[in-house]
């Protein structure tokens, strides 16, 4: 079954604007990963953030996550046209522990 | 770094055909590999996780006698659909991590199958 529920399912911006993804999640976690998805291709991970970790850095991309909230979030600061995509989060249980995906969300990025 | 190559990229086959997918790290050897299914703006749906040289663990609900999984070695697992029938026409995607204890480490993923039945 899938855990996580992603939030919004879809979202559409214009080039330069920032897009704000969420998550939740239902049960204890170890850690939590974001991954990009471009059509009909494979997943490219993006962030892995660990339960004791509350935020994290990877170029344009800031994660968040809240534990207590069992809630976390993706933001794409000065997003491109190239950055449309679907993108999932998937949590684990413990380091070696199996993925379970959310729903994902459809980003448009309108030149 | 941690390229994995999935092939083929696309299959048409016809009704009772067996079909085998190959998932390969390439630049890495993985500790597991993974095989997921997607359907149409969906989700993954985790199929089996394997390890090398071990028999795979399938996700309630999956049949293995239909989706034999073979992890022969660190850097290559295969997928065989066994007498496929349109129902099974989906994208089949793998993956693969390399474990480090007390560490948790990404999945990298191959560019997934496109399976058609007809």
Same mark, same amino acid.
């Given at each position: 079954?899938?855990q996580?529920?992603?939030?919004?399912?879809?979202?559409?911006?214009?080039?330069?604007?920032n897009?704000?993804m969420?998550?939740?999640?239902k049960?204890?976690?170890?850690?939590?990963?974001w991954?990009?998805q471009?059509?009909?291709?494979?997943?490219?991970?993006?962030?892995?953030?660990?339960?004791?970790?509350?935020?994290?850095?990877?170029?344009?991309?800031?994660?968040?996550?809240?534990?207590?909230?069992?809630?976390?979030?993706?933001?794409?600061?000065?997003?491109?046209a190239?950055?449309?995509?679907?993108?999932?989060?998937?949590?684990?249980?413990?380091?070696?522990?199996?993925?379970?995906?959310?729903?994902?969300t459809?980003l448009?990025?309108?030149? | 770094g941690?390229? %994995?190559?999935?092939?083929?990229s696309?299959v048409?086959?016809? !009704?009772? &055909?067996?079909?085998?997918?190959?998932?390969? +790290?390439?630049?890495?050897?993985?500790?597991?590999?993974?095989?997921?299914?997607?359907?149409?703006?969906?989700?993954l749906?985790?199929?089996?996780?394997?390890?090398?040289g071990?028999?795979?663990?399938?996700?309630?609900? %999956?049949e293995?006698?239909?989706?034999?999984?073979?992890?022969? !070695?660190? &850097?290559?697992?295969?997928?065989?659909?066994? +007498?496929?029938?349109?129902?099974?026409s989906?994208?089949?995607?793998?993956?693969?991590?390399?474990?480090?204890?007390?560490?948790?480490?990404?999945?990298?993923f191959?560019?997934?199958?496109?399976?058609?039945?007809?």
């Amino acid at each position: 079954s899938q855990q996580g529920e992603e939030d919004p399912q879809a979202l559409s911006i214009q080039e330069g604007e920032n897009a704000t993804m969420n998550c939740s999640y239902k049960t204890s976690i170890n850690n939590l990963q974001w991954y990009r998805q471009n059509s009909g291709r494979g997943l490219v991970h993006l962030i892995l953030i660990r339960s004791n970790e509350r935020e994290k850095h990877s170029g344009r991309l800031r994660v968040t996550l809240d534990t207590s909230k069992k809630s976390s979030s993706l933001l794409i600061t000065a997003s491109r046209a190239a950055d449309t995509a679907s993108y999932f989060c998937a949590t684990s249980s413990s380091n070696t522990g199996k993925l379970i995906f959310g729903q994902g969300t459809t980003l448009q990025v309108k030149p | 770094g941690a390229v %994995v190559s999935q092939h083929p990229s696309r299959v048409i086959c016809k !009704s009772g &055909t067996s079909v085998k997918i190959e998932c390969r +790290s390439l630049d890495f050897q993985a500790t597991t590999m993974f095989w997921y299914r997607q359907f149409p703006k969906q989700s993954l749906m985790l199929m089996a996780t394997s390890n090398e040289g071990s028999k795979a663990t399938y996700e309630q609900g %999956v049949e293995k006698d239909k989706f034999l999984i073979n992890h022969a !070695s660190l &850097t290559l697992s295969t997928l065989t659909v066994t +007498s496929a029938h349109p129902e099974d026409s989906s994208f089949y995607i793998c993956s693969a991590r390399v474990d480090r204890q007390g560490v948790p480490q990404p999945q990298h993923f191959g560019d997934g199958t496109r399976l058609s039945i007809l």
